[in-house]
């Protein structure tokens, strides 16, 4: 295949995102992980699945970095995942030594590629990926808003029965506690939910996709969710292998827009061959607002907590 993406982390996310690239038949899958014959085994498992599958990509296995040379995509996942009762941001210092390893390797293979940043704390481990690549901020983006409206997308199918495709859903801020779902652009064959479900019901979906990830950690016990990240991580990389252009909520640097300066913020980005291609701003309420705003403290809160930390 002409296009290649490396999955750094051949974990639960890791490797399914390698999957999905692969019966996409998007690109060439290099799949990278510290444990000795994880990767390689997983690469040739997934090679053996093709032919039934149908797809022609490459899925090769490393413990190195020498095989990720030239690709077009760096999607990280390597880190440690939560376990009941940890919160994502429990698992920064351990996560921001290993993104800051992972970053360090990878760019040196392929310096003209385009991160996709999966593991958490999302917004603080997109820090660190931003200053140890010294690539410019277009290239640089984190995965957390398609999950998380992707969430909000089945909860409002559930709630109407209606088909997931018919519903689009806004998703602003950080991933975590203090996201803000945006009931009001948030529709269903294009009209708004406020118009469909009461605003109890709302809140209620709201509430569940907030702690969407949380839901899931504690059915699982032993890891965290692992098949929509791995989705959300994959459409992103479609539009921007493809030059889609789509707009789809992601985790960006921002220098002024919405009134943020010098922050990784989930907010709506046009994605394309050159990774984001525009920052879309929209009009906020005041609620809106300063909800946007609270969840940038936090995310805030936790870059500075980075500054003092030995990773
Ligand atoms: N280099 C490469 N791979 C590494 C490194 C490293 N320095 N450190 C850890 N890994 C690998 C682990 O060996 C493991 O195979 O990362 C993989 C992580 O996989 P899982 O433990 O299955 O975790 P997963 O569920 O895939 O989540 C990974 O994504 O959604 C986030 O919060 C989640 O931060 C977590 C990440």
Do not use: W
């Not at 640089?140 to 909000?152: C, E, K, N, T």
């Amino acid at each position: 295949m002409d296009k290649k993406v490396t999955v750094v982390g051949a974990g639960n996310v890791g490797a399914t995102a390698a999957q999905r690239l692969a019966e996409k038949g998007l690109c060439d899958v290099v799949l990278v992980d510290i444990l000795e014959g994880v990767p390689q085994g997983k690469a040739l498992d997934l090679m053996e699945a093709a032919p039934v599958e149908k797809h022609d990509a490459h899925i090769t296995g490393s413990n190195s970095y020498d095989e990720t040379n030239g690709s077009d995509i760096i999607i990280i996942t390597a880190g440690i995942p939560r376990k009941p009762g940890m919160s994502r941001d429990d698992l920064i210092s351990t996560n921001a030594g290993i993104v800051k390893k992972v970053v360090t390797d990878v760019v040196k293979q392929s310096p003209e590629s385009i991160l996709i940043i999966v593991s958490n704390p999302l917004d603080a481990m997109c820090h660190v990926a931003l200053e140890t690549s010294g690539f410019p901020k277009n290239r640089v983006i984190g995965m957390a808003g398609v999950l998380d409206s992707a969430r909000f997308r089945s909860f409002i199918a559930m709630e109407l029965n209606v088909s997931v495709e018919n519903t689009h859903a806004f998703v602003l801020g950080g991933h975590g506690d203090t996201m803000v779902p945006l009931p009001r652009y948030s529709t269903v064959a294009g009209i708004p939910i406020t118009e469909l479900i009461s605003k109890e019901r709302i809140d209620a979906i709201v509430d569940r996709t907030a702690n969407g990830g949380a839901e899931i950690v504690s059915l699982l016990k032993t890891g965290s969710a692992y098949y929509a990240p791995a989705s959300a991580a994959v459409e992103m990389a479609e539009s921007i292998l493809k030059d889609k252009k789509k707009i789809l909520p992601c985790a960006a640097y921002l220098e002024g827009e919405y009134g943020i300066n010098n922050l990784f913020i989930g907010v709506p980005v046009k994605l394309g061959t050159n990774g984001i291609e525009d920052i879309v701003e929209i009009k906020l309420t005041d609620d809106e607002k300063t909800r946007l705003n609270q969840s940038a403290d936090a995310v805030k809160e936790l870059v500075e907590l980075l500054k003092t930390l030995d990773y």
